[in-house]
């Protein structure tokens, strides 16, 4: 009965410790599915977050700065240390799809696409 116990209380205390509290099936389904866009159409990128996968090409990074922050967006800080060129070519980034199973629906109009990358922590660095 003992060892019984201390193996529930074991799993428990991981399951609780690591956030797995939620049914074997959702552990499968990826906690962000998001598509990117800078700039329009013809700049549009993929990202899956946990497990991480997509056309993203810093997709750990971009995943680790959006779970840093739950998917939002607005909350992802600024990379420091990088400077941007001052030329005013202003791009916008959008990001679409769903984090946790709630809807994204992201858009911020950057001076231009190093800055969008920099104001993002790199997500939009693409």
């Known amino acids: 009965m003992r060892t019984k116990f201390i193996a529930l209380t074991a799993a428990a205390l991981t399951a609780a410790g690591l956030g797995l509290a939620t049914p074997a099936h959702a552990a499968s389904s990826p906690i962000g599915e998001l598509t990117l866009s ?10 899956t977050c946990l497990p991480t996968g997509g ?8 995943c680790a ?31 679409h799809g769903t984090w946790a199973g709630n809807p994204v629906d992201y858009e911020e109009t950057f001076s231009n696409a190093c800055v969008a990358g920099v104001q993002t922590d790199g997500v939009f660095d693409f």
Request: contains cysteine; proline residues 10%.
């Open 38 to 47: 800078l700039g329009g159409p013809d700049n549009r990128i993929s990202l």
């Open 55 to 62: 056309t993203h090409p810093t997709a750990d990074e971009a």
């Open 65 to 95: 700065s959006l779970t840093a922050v739950w998917g939002r967006f607005k909350s992802l800080p600024a990379e420091q240390g990088v400077f941007c060129p001052m030329h005013y070519a202003p791009v916008t980034a959008e990001a």
